[in-house]
């Protein structure tokens, strides 16, 4: 399965120590060059991960032909998002990658499947990837600083 990434679900991935597991459920990754950008601003573990997975081959950067399109969507979205969104066109990926819900919604507009983080964790613990109980991902995701409310994850995590 061929998916595209916006920085934040690398980054929320990285954070939480599961950037490795991505081979588990995508093919290959390519990430626009704005999105690299993003994640090499700052010299730290999150830019260290990312850039093993390009070394090895998972992640790949690739540019974004259509600049009409990524100068749309970045009148309403960060550069990452818009160079994200674009490329998924461009390339037929199965997924784009993507947390913000504006963003989300552009996609869609464009008839692109998109998947966030959560449903990746929700993938990966379904297939018993990652071996932690809910709650304790759900901790983690707050020390973060990833918001979701506490309804919405179990709703998601099937728990009550």
């Known amino acids: 399965m061929l998916a595209v990434s916006n920085t934040s679900p690398l980054i929320v991935m990285s954070k939480l120590g599961y950037i490795d597991m991505l081979p588990e459920i995508f093919g290959k990754i390519y990430i626009p060059s704005g999105v690299r950008r993003e994640i090499s601003e700052k010299e730290d573990d999150v830019q260290k991960a990312v850039e093993v997975l390009i070394e090895r081959g998972f992640i790949e950067v690739k540019e974004v032909e259509n600049t009409s399109l990524v100068q749309?969507?970045?009148?309403?979205?960060?550069?990452?998002?818009?160079?994200?969104?674009?490329?998924?066109?461009?390339?037929?990926?199965?997924?784009?990658?993507?947390?913000?819900?504006?963003?989300?919604?552009?996609?869609?507009s464009l008839k692109i499947n998109v998947i966030g983080t959560l449903a990746i964790i929700r993938a990966l613990v379904k297939r018993g990837?990652?071996?932690?109980?809910?709650?304790?991902?759900?901790?983690?995701?707050?020390?973060?600083?990833?918001?979701?409310?506490?309804?919405?994850?179990?709703?998601?995590?099937?728990?009550?």
């Open 72 to 108: 749309m969507l970045n009148a309403e979205l960060g550069i990452g998002e818009s160079e994200a969104i674009a490329l998924g066109k461009e390339v037929k990926s199965d997924f784009v990658l993507l947390d913000d819900l504006k963003a989300r919604q552009l996609a869609r």
């Open 129 to 160: 990837i990652i071996k932690e109980a809910p709650d304790e991902i759900y901790t983690r995701l707050r020390s973060i600083d990833f918001w979701i409310s506490r309804e919405l994850f179990s709703s998601l995590f099937d728990i009550g």
